[in-house]
């Protein structure tokens, strides 16, 4: 979600100037002193040049005793990012200004314009980007969205947890709102891990529902404490919109034995499944919508959490995302679409660089940051 992002006050969570920054010990170079032969020898160099060696003739080598160099002939470059249609956005593709820690928002000013990431867990491979849209690089604001890769539960209970959030472009701290829910609301999940996995063993919707409710809404009740004491010691009114963030978390089993996953879904964006080269936004077992574009956000702003079961096989691919990625994907024009099917639903996993470079394709009028996950398994 786009929109102004720096504000004028301050707050004491992470990277605040209530709290003071992490330091740590600098690197310390070596002293010259330990290369006292070193010096020496130039300064005998220079004043006795070495004699030229005399030509020597060498023997041609056999072809086949020739080693070949590991050294590439061709040097690759991937230029800027591609684009869809038959003109490029107006916004250049390069990243321009960024916030100053002089704007009063430190965590804005030091939030990167990029995160990458990516696992491999047995047959489940990860890949994950979250990048500041062409309007946030145009007018050098910070990028709010967020996502969270990680792994929660006990060994007999595990899951890979994937979380995208989408921080709502007109409120000031969105970006703090959708960092710390997303963070905070994978560690509630994990509390509740080996309820939410049975749950998912036998398939209770309903159960799953209040189990990812109860996570968000203790989620939401911690940060607000930890906002709202923030604004009064910095003597500034606090307002639970100035955080709005949606939130969508994906739970994935690590035993491929459990075939069912689970969406938590608060606010628009959601998941699609690439299926037979096509994205779909639907669960043919159940029926029920994978994307969500409701207006709903967090802390404050939302009734329940969705929860959506279902059941992909081996060789489709799971795309999580906030809407600077569903948004196209769902546009009339197809291009967008399949050209991210072409580049996902391929035999080969794309590595880091590459999914980067390719979760960053432009089309017009979607200018958007842009959170996407993505994950393949690989059949029996």
Known sequence: MSGPVNGDDVHSSYGEPGRPLPTGPGDSAAPFEDFPHQETAVGEAARFPAATPPAVL????????????????????????????????????????????????????????????????????????????????????????????????????????????????????????????????????????????????????????????????????????????????????????????????????????????????VGDGGLFVLREGHWENGNPNNGEGLLDTRTEALPHAYGSVKATLLRPVPGEVLLLGTDGITNPLTQKDPEFARHLADAWGGPEVPSLSDFLWQAQTRAKSYDDDRTVICVWEEGA
């Open 58 to 265: 060498l023997t041609p080598q056999p072809a086949e005793d020739v080693v070949p160099s590991c050294e590439p002939t061709i040097e690759l470059r991937r230029g800027v990012p591609a684009h869809v249609g038959t003109r490029p956005p107006t916004y250049p593709p390069h990243p321009l200004g960024r916030p100053s820690l002089r704007d009063g928002d430190p965590f804005a000013a030091l939030a990167p314009v990029v995160r990458l990431d990516g696992s491999r867990l047995g047959r489940l491979t990860v890949r994950a980007a979250s990048v500041r849209g062409d309007s946030h690089n145009w007018e050098g604001g910070c990028r709010q969205d967020a996502m969270v890769v990680t792994r929660i539960g006990p060994p007999e209970a595990e899951m890979l947890l994937l979380a995208v959030a989408d921080g709502v472009g007109s409120a000031r701290y969105s970006h703090i709102g959708s960092d710390r829910i997303s963070q905070v609301a994978a560690m509630h999940l994990d509390r509740e891990a080996e309820n939410i996995y049975a749950a998912l063993g036998s398939q209770d919707v309903s159960e799953l529902r209040a189990l990812a409710s109860k996570a968000v809404a203790l989620t939401a009740a911690e940060l607000r404490n930890q906002w709202a004491a923030s604004s009064r010691h910095q003597s500034r009114p606090y307002a639970d919109a100035d955080y709005a963030t949606t939130l969508h978390v994906l739970l994935i089993p690590t035993d491929p034995g459990l075939r069912d996953r689970v969406l938590f879904s």
